[in-house]
């Protein structure tokens, strides 16, 4: 037991480590080319901190711990409401845009109850796959060229009128570019630690990998959400922190579960209480956003108390049940 715990913790560190080089790389990228801090934390961020999330998923579906693959992804997204927003309004509150409230919360129910649909069939096939990848795709696109437009309009016009483009050196674009390709290294050689370790821990203790994803996997796997989100806040860019959790779970769904039913042999089977339990639960935290975003577009401390409060009485009742 000692060395798998050892394991999980090296292959952690070499997760939050490689996900830290990414998103710094991406985001000086992003920022240089003018990409709006909302956009960046939807975007750039978002999926840079759930580089974890793909990996380790990816690696369980091809493995045929398909527990761990849908585990970690409905956990993930769980905790990103419950535990990344939680903890980022009790440090300060958060402001939340109005970009958030009437686009990427219905688009974040939306592809919950997707996956939900799709899952019917206790099955995560390629097609669904296909079907999931091009939804991300659509809506990185998108958002994107939204944000790019507007800043075209609102922020980059100088007093002559001619649009002031942000510039980057070459240095700084090579340096990094070694950031983002360093990061991924890291971020392939710890998943492989990780899941290995967390398998034979649940194996120790005779849980199912289905509870093995929702707790020590998509907890762990969503520590580089918590900093990234965290530190916006203190940085004062609370609508960038909003905007990583949100687009954290649009990218666990489309992209990370996306991916990983594609590239499993024969898809990821469904496990029947992440189908009946668990994936509407993680849709019931994704409705309990709007009330919330909608009380003066902001998360208050009280509120990020609540969030935090929901997510220990959900993991208490995970506890009760490990032999699901």
Same mark, same amino acid.
């Given at each position: 037991?000692?060395?798998?715990?050892?394991?999980?913790?090296?292959?952690?560190?070499?997760l939050i480590?490689?996900?830290?080089?990414?998103?710094?790389g991406?985001?000086?990228i992003a920022?240089?080319?003018g990409?709006?801090?909302?956009?960046?934390g939807l975007?750039?961020?978002?999926f840079?901190?759930?580089a974890?999330e793909?990996?380790v998923?990816?690696?369980s579906?091809i493995?045929?711990?398909s527990?761990v693959?849908i585990g970690?992804?409905v956990g993930s997204?769980?905790f990103?409401?419950?535990?990344?927003l939680?903890?980022s309004?009790?440090?300060?509150?958060l402001v939340v845009?109005?970009q958030?409230?009437?686009l990427?919360?219905?688009?974040?129910?939306?592809?919950?109850c997707l996956m939900?649909?799709?899952?019917?069939d206790?099955?995560?096939?390629?097609n669904?796959g296909i079907l999931?990848?091009?939804?991300?795709?659509?809506?990185t696109?998108?958002?994107i060229?939204?944000?790019?437009?507007?800043?075209k309009?609102?922020?980059l016009?100088?007093?002559?009128?001619?649009?002031?483009?942000p510039?980057?050196? +070459?240095r700084?674009?090579? /340096?990094? %570019?070694i $950031?983002?390709?360093? #990061?991924i290294g890291f971020l392939v *050689?710890?998943?492989?630690w990780f899941?290995n370790?967390?398998?034979?821990?649940a194996s120790?203790?005779g849980i199912s990998d289905?509870?093995?994803?929702l707790?020590?996997?998509s907890a762990?796997?969503?520590?580089?959400?918590v900093?990234?989100?965290?530190m916006?806040?203190?940085?004062?860019?609370?609508?960038?922190?909003?905007?990583?959790?949100v687009g954290s779970?649009?990218?666990? +769904?489309?992209a990370v579960? /996306?991916v %990983?039913? $594609?590239?499993?042999p #024969?898809?990821?089977?469904?496990p *029947?209480?992440?189908?009946s339990i668990?994936i509407?639960i993680?849709?019931l935290?994704a409705?309990?956003?709007?009330?919330?975003?909608?009380?003066?577009?902001?998360?208050?401390?009280k509120?990020?108390?609540?969030?935090?409060?929901?997510y220990i009485?959900?993991?208490a009742?995970?506890?009760?049940s490990?032999?699901?």
């Open positions: 037991m000692i060395i798998a715990i050892l394991v999980l913790l090296g292959g952690l560190i070499l480590a490689g996900a830290e080089l990414l998103v710094r991406a985001s000086v920022l240089a080319l990409i709006s801090p909302l956009v960046v975007t750039v961020v978002a840079g901190t759930s974890p793909t990996v998923s990816v690696v579906a493995n045929g711990q527990g693959a970690n992804v997204n769980i990103n409401i419950f535990v990344v939680g903890i309004a009790s440090i300060t509150p845009s109005r958030v409230v009437r990427e919360v219905p688009v974040m129910i939306g592809v919950s939900w649909l799709l899952s019917a206790r099955l995560i096939g390629r669904d999931l990848f091009s939804g991300i795709i659509i809506y696109v998108w958002v060229r939204k944000s790019r437009r507007e800043s309009e609102n922020n016009i100088s007093q002559n009128g001619s649009i002031e483009k510039d980057i050196s +070459i700084q674009l090579i /340096g990094n %570019s $950031f983002i390709l360093g #990061g *050689a710890g998943s492989r899941v370790g967390a398998v034979d821990l120790f203790f289905l509870i093995i994803g707790t020590i996997v762990g796997t969503s520590l580089p959400e900093a990234a989100s965290v916006a806040a203190v940085k004062g860019e609370r609508d960038m922190a909003v905007g990583n959790a779970n649009l990218f666990n +769904i489309l579960l /996306g %990983s039913g $594609f590239l499993a #024969g898809g990821i089977p469904v *029947a209480p992440a189908l668990d509407p993680m849709i935290v409705v309990l956003c709007l009330p919330v975003f909608f009380t003066g577009h902001r998360i208050s401390r509120e990020g108390v609540f969030f935090l409060c929901s009485f959900y993991t009742w995970l506890a009760s490990v032999s699901r």
